[in-house]
């Protein structure tokens, strides 16, 4: 061992760097086709990953300060207590629609704002225009459904569609069969039974928004002022300083702590959608 203290700080980096845990960054592995391995140029070193064999090291001396031991309990430790507090926290909502004409005269503006509020949707009156006679243009008010959505939907991309938009009919079925029992003296809400894709630029942007304030301020506060943030985190987390490391790798490992994963969506006539992977939300995102 002494004569490993000895040797340049290069080559104990080097050494270091071959004993820690290698990773493909390719995207997911189970969905490559049967017999086709990962591209060798996609398999590189898991920047925050457990290295037992470099802590084992690091500890036999207390002289191998130069090899750096990436501090990964630190990392993911905070990001699933953030990931805890605020999954099922209500933070975002998107346009699903205009609600139809016909379901306006039916009562359903009333409908959705009082017996599905509780599946976190509801109805707004906003106000456009459209072109009146002679090609002027008039104002008018649309009835917009909106859907709010929490971390728990951003992280499979697909959210439950509310009843009183489609149904996969399991609960005719039931009372066809007469094992549907339902209290005439309530208001009966049915659960979501079919799920509709949120919409891909906004997940991304949200998932943006959640990096920034659960990594980039975290950290940031407990560093220096400095303009080259990915310099004084790399220090932060005992780093190597001349490691290759984008916002965007750091975005992915955020994306891999918080369980991103692409989902099938359930509709009337099976699984037709699915929302995207981790490697197809990074493409080009920094």
Known sequence: MATLITLPHELQHNISNYLRPHTWTGGDEAQLPAGV????EEVKIDPIAKAQDVASIKAVHSNLKA???WKNHEWVEHIRQWRDENLTKLRWKYQYGTLPDKMIKN???????????SQNCFVETMVGTTLGTGFLEVPKEYKVIWFSVSLLDLVTGVRPLPHCFGNDGSFHHQADNGSLQIDASIDFVPAPT???LIPVDERLNWLK???RECVLEHWGKKMPRSPNFMKEFKKKMDLPSDYKFSYTDLFRM??????????DVREKEGYFKRSMS???LCLGTW
């Open 37 to 40: 391995k990962p591209n060798p």
């Open 67 to 69: 090899v750096p031991l």
């Open 107 to 117: 009562g359903w503006v009333s409908k959705i704002n009082n017996q599905y509020r």
């Open 194 to 196: 079919l799920e509709t």
């Open 209 to 211: 928004e959640c990096f």
């Open 254 to 263: 955020f994306l891999r702590e918080l369980n991103v994963r692409p989902c």
């Open 278 to 280: 981790i490697r197809q």
